[in-house]
């Protein structure tokens, strides 16, 4: 059994900023890729930045340079730190994590729940 949670999410007003955490807990021998997905209203979910085990990073355009993926292997946790937001990054934003079991050969995804990410004035 694993557990994916997300928290950190809110209202914040256009040019503020907040931070996201995640921790997966349970049964894991080593977890891999982490990252950051969101899916706003009437929109398909898309992915807003993914962190390998050895920090190789990726970002959609649209928040390069506003937003800071880390993870902490230790802790099993990534967070998302999120600068200059803007009105069109509200969303539901999910947290998932690749994770190995132990004594598996295969790794599977988890999913958090989602937190609401609102940026409005």
């Known amino acids: 059994q694993v557990q994916v949670v997300e928290s950190g999410g809110g209202l914040v007003q256009p040019g503020g900023s907040l931070r996201l955490s995640c921790q997966a807990s349970?049964?894991?021998?080593?977890?891999?890729?982490m990252g950051w997905y969101r899916q706003a209203p009437g929109k398909q979910r898309e992915l807003v930045a993914a962190?390998?085990?050895?920090?190789?990073?990726n970002y959609v355009d649209s928040v390069k340079g506003r937003f800071t993926i880390s993870r902490d292997n230790a802790k099993s946790m990534v967070y998302l730190q999120m600068n200059s937001l803007k009105p069109e990054d509200t969303a539901v934003y999910y947290c998932?994590?690749?994770?190995?079991?132990?004594?598996?050969?295969?790794?599977?995804?988890?999913w958090g729940q989602g937190t609401q990410v609102t940026v409005s004035s």
């Open positions: 998932y994590a690749n994770i190995l079991h132990p004594g598996s050969y295969n790794s599977y995804d988890y």
């Open positions: 962190i390998t085990r050895g920090n190789n990073i």
């Open positions: 349970g049964s894991i021998l080593r977890v891999n890729n």
